[in-house]
């Protein structure tokens, strides 16, 4: 067998092709269930599908209308570099056919734009702040290069360390410069020997006697092996969307073209919805948040300081013999969360007087958590009692002789569950002895 033609780097902008079919083979795959599915792997004398590698991912398409569901390179018994193409589905072809490659090119041009634009935005931060990508990512949403940070631009080791945002801003402006000026990109496959003179972005660690330079005239040289534009132009916007720290490096997220043009109209109805919603103009919008934010927070000061004068309230009202039922409380409200109930039992185990109280969490699933407690001088330990509920609901929990919580107990038991506590935890089984 010879080498795969690669279509692919004669011209990217290849979208099908007629080729030989060479060698068929069946590859099982263990599916979702268990079973194996088998599936076909074309190997054909030449091809516009791009395999996996060099940080692409393997373009997506069909042969013969089937549908490819991954593409790779290897190599054969015979040492040849062979593009191997993997179908959804068994083997309809045999060695010796003609068949017909159609790739997904709106996918293959989002991939080249993105593959340029990391090229021009890698350079645009060196030229702008020396920092210097160290790795690159393709995912199905953005692109990401990490940058390698030295102490000139902060310290990384700082928990939320973030570059500044004149940084981006700049190699940002330069890089969508680049775009505006057209430059040509060339990508050809030369010998080493002629790499010299010509300054890199990065220097290779490859030992390939050929290797493939792709050149954004007079800005950008490197080494790779992706699919490229034919000028900068088409690359369309560079927009970088985000950052964040991975190890001593930031990794800065990136969209380009399309995926950068869908980026923006997303964001611009998101912002216009919101500030529809709060009746600002888009430029207002964060103040407006701010304030809302500063009113919310003294709105739930106040919440608070009503709740709690309240229920202290209701905790002398207890104290004076109030609303008990054989000593204890309940208190089984809808609109109230659990964390609100364990606030209440805080407020209702510090009370004076003497009684025992039995709060009741109820959820949108059917269960409920509880919290039994009592005040200084009621005569129960609310430990103990929890105990014998906890053994009898085989339910999880605990907490001191004063307020012990837990659950989670289906609500359909509710009455067996308040028979209990008062079996327990009542003033009339404070005769009993545990
Ligand atoms: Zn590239």
């Known amino acids: 067998m010879a080498d795969t033609v690669k279509l692919y780097y004669v011209d990217p902008y290849m979208k099908k092709n007629e080729a030989v079919v060479i060698k068929t083979r069946e590859y099982k795959r263990a599916g979702e269930s268990g079973a194996e599915t088998s599936q076909c792997e074309i190997i054909t004398d030449k091809t516009c599908f791009y395999p996996e590698g060099g940080g692409q991912i393997s373009d997506r398409g069909t042969i013969n209308g089937l549908t490819v569901d991954s593409v790779y390179e290897q190599k054969d018994e015979n040492g040849c570099a062979v593009i191997v193409h993997r179908l959804c589905g068994p083997c309809a072809v045999k060695p010796g056919d003609a068949v017909s490659c159609e790739i997904d090119f709106g996918a293959r041009f989002q991939n080249m734009?993105?593959?340029?634009?990391?090229?021009?935005?890698?350079?645009?931060?060196?030229?702008?702040?020396?920092?210097?990508?160290?790795?690159?990512?393709?995912?199905?949403?953005?692109?990401?290069?990490?940058?390698?940070?030295?102490?000139?631009?902060?310290?990384?080791?700082?928990?939320?360390?973030?570059?500044?945002?004149?940084?981006?801003?700049?190699?940002?402006?330069?890089?969508?410069?680049?775009?505006?000026?057209?430059?040509?990109?060339?990508?050809?496959?030369?010998?080493?020997?002629?790499?010299?003179?010509?300054?890199?972005?990065?220097?290779?660690?490859?030992?390939?006697?050929?290797?493939?330079?792709?050149?954004?005239?007079?800005?950008?040289?490197?080494?790779?092996?992706?699919?490229?534009?034919?000028?900068?132009?088409?690359?369309?916007?560079?927009?970088?969307?985000?950052?964040?720290?991975a190890n001593n490096a930031v990794r800065i997220r990136f969209v380009s073209g399309m995926r950068a043009l869908n980026d923006y109209r997303r964001k611009n109805y998101v912002l216009a919805e919101a500030a529809e919603y709060l009746s600002v103009e888009g430029s207002e919008l964060t103040r407006s948040i701010e304030k809302i934010s500063a009113e919310n927070k003294s709105l739930a000061k106040k919440k608070n300081e009503l709740f709690d004068n309240f229920y202290a309230k209701t905790a002398c009202e207890l104290g004076e013999g109030?609303?008990?039922?054989?000593?204890?409380?309940?208190?089984?409200?809808?609109?109230?969360?659990?964390?609100?109930?364990?606030?209440?039992?805080?407020?209702?185990?510090?009370?004076?007087?003497?009684?025992?109280?039995?709060?009741?969490?109820?959820?949108?699933?059917?269960?409920?958590?509880?919290?039994?407690?009592?005040?200084?001088?009621?005569?129960?330990?609310?430990?103990?009692?929890?105990?014998?509920?906890?053994?009898?609901?085989?339910?999880?929990?605990?907490?001191?002789?004063?307020?012990?919580?837990?659950?989670?107990?289906?609500?359909?038991?509710?009455?067996?569950?308040k028979k209990l506590v008062n079996d327990v935890f009542s003033i009339q089984a404070a005769a009993k002895v545990f």
Not at 178 to 204: A, F, M, W, Y
Request: charge should be neutral; include cysteine; glycine fraction near 10%.
């Open 113 to 245: 734009q993105d593959h340029t634009a990391q090229h021009i935005l890698s350079e645009a931060f060196i030229r702008t702040a020396d920092l210097h990508t160290i790795s690159m990512h393709m995912g199905p949403e953005y692109m990401t290069i990490d940058l390698l940070v030295t102490e000139k631009h902060g310290k990384i080791s700082e928990k939320n360390f973030k570059l500044d945002r004149s940084i981006l801003d700049n190699a940002e402006n330069l890089a969508n410069s680049i775009v505006h000026q057209n430059l040509k990109v060339r990508s050809r496959l030369i010998d080493r020997i002629e790499l010299t003179g010509i300054s890199l972005r990065k220097t290779p660690e490859l030992a390939d006697e050929k290797v493939r330079l792709v050149s954004a005239e007079g800005f950008d040289n490197s080494l790779c092996c992706g699919t490229h534009l034919a000028s900068t132009g088409e690359a369309g916007i560079i927009k970088i969307i985000g950052q964040q720290k």
């Open 322 to 417: 109030k609303y008990l039922e054989n000593g204890i409380y309940w208190l089984e409200p809808d609109d109230l969360e659990y964390g609100e109930l364990a606030r209440i039992g805080q407020i209702f185990s510090k009370a004076a007087g003497s009684f025992g109280f039995a709060l009741i969490a109820g959820d949108a699933s059917g269960f409920f958590r509880f919290i039994i407690g009592r005040t200084q001088n009621y005569p129960r330990d609310a430990k103990k009692a929890f105990a014998e509920i906890a053994a009898s609901f085989g339910v999880k929990g605990g907490g001191s002789p004063l307020v012990a919580q837990g659950g989670t107990i289906e609500r359909t038991r509710t009455a067996e569950f």
